[in-house]
């Protein structure tokens, strides 16, 4: 059973650029959070998607758009990139109805700008 | 959702017990208290989760006090494989549920 996988593992961008990166849940989960984690700190909250929608947003500016698939499978789209956009772009999955439930976490996309 | 603090780093040695305290003084009648420990270039694994009193997994104890205003993770005999961030969080499962992390606890083991 595979868990949260995202793709690429490594990235690398110049200012000005846009980039897609992509999740997929693990099986059994159809709810997909973004998460941004800068060298040294925790991860921060972007967005989450549910039943193809954006139901909950953190404090990033809408250069960080999103898109959930039928499949349940998601992007993550950064426009106009900056230096302070290198990071660890995590995503995480959930099975919605399922109460207590944990996030489960994949290892994420490493994103370098230049 | 309830903010909540960790000590910033902590060191111990193979083979000892190490426990984590983490305080949530606001945290809601319907949250749970998760904790997650990342290793470097890796995303966060889910060690533990718990509501009330103690919860044991075969990796961890959770410890929460009846007024569970905070929490306290245990790690038996740790190994130089625990040195990693440890995360507490402060988790309401709803419609609408996403986590708020802080900057965690940096466990290091030491020979």
């Known amino acids: 059973d595979a868990g949260v996988t995202q793709s690429p593992t490594h990235l690398i961008k110049t200012r000005g650029q846009q980039v897609t990166l992509r999740c997929s849940p693990k099986s059994g989960h159809d709810t997909v959070s973004w998460y941004q984690q800068a060298l040294g700190q925790g991860p921060q909250f972007i967005f989450q998607?549910?039943?193809?929608?954006?139901?909950q947003r953190g404090n990033f500016p809408d250069r960080f758009s999103g898109h959930q698939f039928p499949n349940y499978s998601s992007e993550l789209n950064v426009n106009a990139l900056l230096l302070g956009d290198s990071a660890l772009y995590l995503c995480a999955s959930r099975q919605q109805g399922n109460s207590n439930q944990p996030q489960h976490f994949g290892d994420g996309t490493r994103l370098s700008i230049l | 959702l309830a903010k909540t603090t960790q000590p910033i780093s902590m060191d111990s040695y193979e083979g000892q017990e190490v426990n984590i305290t983490c305080s949530h003084n606001n945290i809601a009648t319907n949250d749970y208290i998760t904790w997650y420990q990342q290793f470097p270039s890796q995303g966060p694994r889910f060690i533990i989760q718990g509501y009330k009193t103690k919860v044991t997994n075969e990796v961890a104890s959770l410890f929460i006090p009846a007024d569970r205003k905070s929490s306290t993770l245990s790690l038996p005999r740790v190994s130089l494989s625990d040195t990693a961030v440890y995360y507490c969080l402060v988790v309401r499962y709803s419609s609408a549920s996403k986590i708020i992390f802080g900057s965690g606890t940096r466990l290091s083991i030491r020979p």
């Open positions: 998607y549910y039943e193809e929608e954006e139901r």
